[in-house]
């Protein structure tokens, strides 16, 4: 495990995609691809990755598929690696080398406790953990389940909206998680604004300083961003984003945090907000309830020629009907916001066996 404070990078806000899934066309892992994504990643500069999370789909942990342990470690070598080659040179070591390392967490408290503890066992610093398969747990279940995991490893929250398999979790719920020792963030992405208002206000009334907030609301990002919120006379902010969208146009989504960090409103940011939900509504398929929301973001890394093609480990999860002219439109008309130029230099480096 690294020596380096990961709190503190999660504090100061950093960017994090979540790591898609590359696959052959026969949906095996087409492990050149995958080591080529978390190399591309990290050469737009972003402070940290999320891997086995919703973008890099659930179901490599079937049994059938066992791809789990096999993305974390082909992830965690390419961080390890990147390292190892900065620490000579000073000018990239303080970013590169401080990689902030997160590995999704899901299931009941047995398959949690396991996953959680194969993650610490990878060099992963914390765990995104998932209530979204917990759909019966009572609040008092929830809350016992999460301090036990939270005894394992770090453990950042996620409001992961129900659309793609997360539930509706009260601002009780909230109040209560903020309250334990072990938890370093939470992901807020319910693509709501009363249910992120009940994440801020719970963290705030627990007196949760250390608590850092991260935006996963893929349709609000900007202006998430740029919000101070203020409740009971204490402002927190939101510091940083962990988002299935910045798995594409990456070094663009490293450059738009850095603008947005602790910037006040202004008609130009409030306009480049919207053109980022417009990008982000045909990526992630808004029109179709988010049915080809991984499907589009194989899209985008396809054209860029990272991906061979958009295959998921469900051969029914595709594109829906009209969301490939929807990724044209964007395409057309944000070109500031894509990074095919600098994917397009570099490809064939990342690309290497």
Same mark, same amino acid.
């Given at each position: 495990?690294?020596?380096?404070?990961?709190?503190?990078?999660?504090?100061?806000?950093?960017?994090?995609?979540?790591?898609?899934?590359?696959?052959?066309?026969?949906?095996?892992?087409?492990?050149?691809?995958?080591?080529?994504?978390?190399?591309?990643?990290?050469?737009?500069?972003?402070?940290?990755?999320?891997?086995?999370?919703?973008?890099?789909?659930?179901?490599?942990?079937?049994?059938?598929?066992?791809?789990?342990?096999?993305?974390?470690?082909?992830?965690?070598?390419?961080?390890?690696?990147?390292?190892?080659?900065?620490?000579?040179?000073?000018?990239?070591?303080?970013?590169?080398?401080?990689?902030?390392?997160?590995?999704?967490?899901?299931?009941?408290?047995?398959q949690a406790?396991?996953?959680?503890?194969?993650?610490?066992?990878?060099?992963y610093h914390?765990? @995104? &953990?998932?209530?979204?398969?917990?759909? =019966? $747990?009572?609040? #008092?279940? /929830?809350?016992?389940?999460?301090? *036990?995991?939270?005894?394992?490893?770090?453990?950042?929250?996620?409001?992961?909206?129900?659309?793609?398999?997360?539930?509706?979790?009260?601002?009780?719920?909230?109040?209560?998680?903020?309250?334990?020792?072990?938890?370093?963030?939470?992901?807020?992405?319910?693509?709501?604004?009363?249910?992120?208002?009940?994440?801020?206000?719970?963290?705030?009334?627990?007196?949760?300083?250390?608590?850092?907030?991260?935006?996963?609301?893929?349709?609000?990002?900007?202006?998430?961003?740029?919000?101070?919120?203020?409740?009971?006379?204490?402002?927190?902010?939101?510091?940083?984003?962990?988002?299935?969208?910045?798995?594409?146009?990456?070094?663009?989504?490293?450059? @738009? &945090?850095?603008?947005?960090?602790?910037? =006040? $409103?202004?008609? #130009?940011? /409030?306009?480049?907000?919207?053109? *980022?939900?417009?990008?982000?509504?045909?990526f992630f398929?808004?029109?179709?309830?988010?049915?080809?929301?991984?499907?589009?973001?194989?899209?985008?890394?396809?054209?860029?020629?990272?991906?061979?093609?958009?295959?998921?480990?469900?051969?029914?999860?595709?594109?829906?009907?009209?969301?490939?002219?929807?990724?044209?439109?964007?395409?057309?008309?944000?070109?500031?916001?894509?990074?095919?130029?600098?994917?397009?230099?570099?490809?064939?480096?990342?690309?290497?066996?």
């Amino acid at each position: 495990m690294d020596a380096f404070d990961f709190r503190q990078q999660l504090h100061r806000g950093i960017a994090i995609p979540a790591h898609p899934l590359a696959l052959t066309s026969s949906r095996k892992l087409d492990e050149r691809r995958q080591r080529a994504l978390t190399r591309y990643y990290i050469a737009a500069g972003v402070g940290g990755l999320a891997v086995g999370v919703h973008t890099t789909q659930f179901a490599i942990r079937d049994a059938k598929v066992g791809l789990f342990k096999p993305v974390l470690e082909l992830a965690a070598e390419e961080m390890k690696m990147a390292a190892a080659l900065a620490a000579s040179d000073s000018a990239k070591a303080e970013t590169t080398s401080s990689l902030v390392r997160i590995a999704g967490v899901c299931g009941d408290t047995k398959q949690a406790i396991a996953e959680a503890t194969l993650i610490r066992e990878l060099g992963y610093h914390a765990a @995104l &953990l998932s209530l979204g398969t917990m759909r =019966d $747990a009572d609040e #008092d279940a /929830l809350i016992a389940h999460c301090r *036990v995991v939270a005894e394992v490893i770090p453990v950042i929250g996620f409001y992961l909206q129900p659309s793609v398999g997360g539930r509706v979790l009260p601002h009780s719920f909230w109040r209560r998680f903020a309250e334990i020792e072990n938890i370093v963030a939470i992901k807020i992405a319910p693509f709501n604004r009363y249910q992120t208002l009940d994440v801020v206000r719970a963290v705030i009334e627990a007196g949760r300083d250390d608590i850092a907030l991260y935006t996963g609301n893929d349709d609000n990002i900007v202006a998430d961003f740029l919000t101070p919120f203020r409740i009971a006379g204490k402002e927190r902010r939101i510091v940083g984003g962990l988002l299935g969208h910045w798995s594409v146009w990456t070094k663009r989504a490293v450059e @738009l &945090l850095e603008r947005c960090r602790n910037a =006040d $409103a202004t008609p #130009d940011l /409030l306009r480049l907000g919207v053109e *980022v939900t417009d990008s982000n509504a045909a990526f992630f398929d808004a029109a179709n309830a988010f049915g080809g929301c991984i499907a589009g973001l194989h899209e985008v890394l396809r054209r860029q020629g990272l991906l061979e093609g958009l295959w998921c480990l469900d051969e029914h999860e595709t594109l829906s009907p009209g969301q490939l002219a929807e990724i044209d439109r964007v395409y057309h008309a944000y070109p500031h916001l894509h990074d095919d130029d600098f994917v397009t230099v570099h490809r064939d480096e990342w690309l290497k066996p």
